[in-house]
T-cell receptor, first 115, second 113 residues
Framework: GAGVSQSPSNKVTEKGKDVELRCDPISGHTALYWYRQSLGQGLEFLIYFQGNSAPDKSGLPSDRFSAERTGGSVSTLTIQRTQQEDSAVYLC?????????????FGNGTRLTVT | GNSVTQMEGPVTLSEEAFLTINCTYTATGYPSLFWYVQYPGEGLQLLLKATKADDKGSNKGFEATYRKETTSFHLEKGSVQVSDSAVYFCALSERDSSYKLIFGSGTRLLVRP
């Protein structure tokens, strides 16, 4: 399909393990965003990519969280030494043009459960 | 900083009732405003948007008007259907903040037949 694709759709991990979450944005979309949606909460911004650079990392909650983007396309969000409070749905979104308020297109998310 | 406040849910209505979901915002500049919807088991979808004061966004019978004087963007629909049951998120974006969307906490709507 032509939408934003995220994998895995579900991930269960033990506390202290590292996890990697993947996002494939819509082809041609230069802007990419990661959000976190905790149970009963709104969406919390994590990081924004323009191409391969991340001019806004202000939402990353701790240094255990990092993200990269390669080839202006696929992005990976890595959480090291996971904690139970990291349990949430992690959403990726992409948009066509960074210079205008173009709508964000969201993936279905990765549901992360830390036991 | 920028923020969005929307009414808490759940909102429960009978089919064909009138819907209002209130949304107000705080922003340093001139944001664009959005309503996103999340149907059960699906991802977030853009419902409508407005990019400047007095603009009205509309889609699928839903409307919202950008009111700068009251910093509001309330969502309305004249006659809801069972299929409108979902969680609705109000959001804003600003150029000065990377155009990232800042979301409200969401309002769950349940429409009963």
């Amino acid at each position: 399909g032509a939408g934003v694709s995220q994998s895995p759709s579900n991930k269960v991990t033990e506390k202290g393990k590292d996890v990697e979450l993947r996002c494939d944005p819509i082809s041609g979309h230069t802007a990419l965003y990661w959000y976190r949606q905790s149970l009963g909460q709104g969406l919390e911004f994590l990081i924004y990519f323009q191409g391969n650079s991340a001019p806004d990392k202000s939402g990353l909650p701790s240094d255990r969280f990092s993200a990269e983007r390669t080839g202006g396309s696929v992005s990976t969000l890595t959480i090291q030494r996971t904690q139970q409070e990291d349990s949430a749905v992690y959403l990726c979104a992409s948009s066509l043009a960074p210079g205008t308020p173009s709508p964000l297109h969201f993936g279905n998310g990765t549901r992360l459960t830390v036991t | 900083g920028n923020s969005v406040t929307q009414m808490e849910g759940p909102v429960t209505l009978s089919e064909e009732a009138f819907l209002t979901i209130n949304c107000t915002y705080t922003a340093t500049g001139y944001p664009s405003l959005f309503w996103y919807v999340q149907y059960p088991g699906e991802g977030l979808q853009l419902l409508l948007k407005a990019t400047k004061a007095d603009d009205k966004g509309s889609n699928k019978g839903f409307e919202a008007t950008y009111r700068k004087e009251t910093t509001s963007f309330h969502l309305e629909k004249g006659s809801v259907q069972v299929s409108d049951s979902a969680v609705y998120f109000c959001a804003l974006s600003e150029r000065d903040s990377s155009y990232k969307l800042i979301f409200g906490s969401g309002t769950r709507l349940l429409v009963r037949p």
